[in-house]
């Protein structure tokens, strides 16, 4: 049961952006109380001695011989595979979740990857999301000249603003409407000397932790994608306007494009299984580094059930069939952050592949 599995928390941001600030103070919180957490320090500044100190048999483990997303991806897997007795007390596991914290120049791409795929990680874990700190000091032109830094953005559920003190009141306007264009359906929250509330950046997954029943919408972000409910072409070009807005508000104030685009593609009819994987096959082929991400529920011909599916670029998770519809809504939804792709080209390409097979 997905429920079963250790949530597992991916957390990024530039150097300087504050993630280590956040996990001092996240590590204090009950929430948090039994988390392992790992940490990727290669060649940043040293961790604070509270938070190494945080439990007699520690529960932070270092791994500093190499970067996480690059060269140590297989220590990663061992590390969370021997969890399980090494953080262990009479046998039993003694942690609940797990959150990572990277370097601040890691790809979180690939890291991600990892932990959706691997067989002896998803066995046992779930990938629950990535939060990504963001100095809104310094963050326009680290946007602007660090790739790493665009993708920690445009890949998070979740995006925290710190150093909001320290900004000009106009520029966090300015970067607040920048990060809305790139990743407009993250939650997004300025936090100041690393306090935030756990909840807000834990349990980002499919799963609703109260209820435990899945929160598609939620997880998708269609609201900030479609709008809430009714006719989604209405709401399409409502969001259209408003979202246009921002981008042309964005570009205004800051000149930038960062080539990053977040859309939700929406099917009315069933959709044939086979013909959706192999164009999605198709599309990870083609420009499988520019998908960033990429998550849906469908509505599958002959099934009755509803099928989600969660891929970052070339790889995707295991698709999940849910017990139930969440809502009356059975529309198929696609939601895709891309770099360099925009949402006609993919709704182009998939109109015209559903329609030559299915003719
Ligand atoms: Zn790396």
New binding site residues.
Partial sequence: MPESLIPVTLLTGFLGSGKTTLLNHLVRQPELADALVIINEFGEVGLDHLLMSRLPDDSVVEMSS??????IRGDLVSTLKDAHWRFSRAGERRFDRVVIET?G???PA?IVQTLMTVGVITRRYRFDGVVTTIDLTNADRTLDTQPEALKQAAMADCLLLTKADLAEPTAVKALEQRLLAINPSACRLQVHNGVVAPRTLLELGLYDPATKIPDVARWLGEEALLGVSGDHDAHDSAHDQEHGGHHAHAHDLNRHDDHISAFCLVLDEPLDESLLDTWLDLQRSLSGKDMLRIKGILNLRGRERPVVIHGVQHIQHPPVELPAWPSEDRRSKLVFITRDIPRETLAQSLDAFLDSWQR
């Avoid at 190499?66 to 060269?71: A, R, V």
């Fill in positions: 190499g970067c996480l997303c690059c060269t370097t120049l890691a790809d690939p």
